[in-house]
């Protein structure tokens, strides 16, 4: 009966944090229009990487686990920039000097935003950093994980997405 209530409330805080995050129900895609900035202070825009797979991945500095799957994430990239699969960090409840040191640390090439508190709320319930979503072209989201993850993880969904994509060309 508890794993039941515990499995229940869980999915009712993954949808709530779904629709939270410019979601709709029909089609599960997140608001493009969403603007970040950058630790130069350029404005960002989601709807920027509209057309390409792109992983986002939501983190903190004073998380260990998203410290930890940093050096991932930058091999996502590494190993799928030029196939057109973006990787963005946006960072979460942390000041903008740590975020500049942690990256001074983690040596990561992908882009970086910043949330601030507001913005951080439309990502719904973030009391398990990181978050990270895979979106395919059209912005709809194909997989939610939660904490960090292995490289392995991301790269099935990757691959499906990127053969998908692949047919859909071949047959126009």
Not at 54 to 73: F, G
Not at 79 to 85: G, I
Not at 129 to 158: C, E, M, R, V, W
Request: net charge positive; hydrophobic share 40%.
């Amino acid at each position: 009966m508890n794993f039941r209530r515990y499995t229940l409330s869980t999915l009712f805080t993954l949808v709530l944090g779904f629709l939270s995050i410019g979601l709709t129900q029909s089609d599960m895609q997140v608001d493009s229009t969403l603007k970040f900035k950058t630790l130069q202070g350029e404005t960002v825009e989601l709807h920027h990487y509209t057309g390409q797979i792109t992983i986002v991945n939501l983190w903190s500095t004073w998380s260990a686990s998203c410290v930890k799957e940093m050096p991932v994430l930058e091999r996502v990239y590494q190993d799928y920039y030029a196939q057109n699969v973006k990787v963005v960090g946006i960072a979460v409840f942390s000041d903008t000097k740590k975020i500049a040191q942690m990256l001074r640390l983690t040596k990561v090439n992908y882009p970086i935003l910043i949330a601030d508190k507001k913005q951080a709320k439309t990502f719904g319930n973030l009391s398990i950093i990181p978050q990270t979503f895979i979106l395919d072209a059209n912005g709809t989201i194909i997989k939610h994980f939660t904490g960090s993850q292995p490289f392995n993880k991301f790269y099935k969904t990757i691959e499906k997405l990127i053969e998908a994509q692949t047919l859909t060309k071949n047959m126009n």
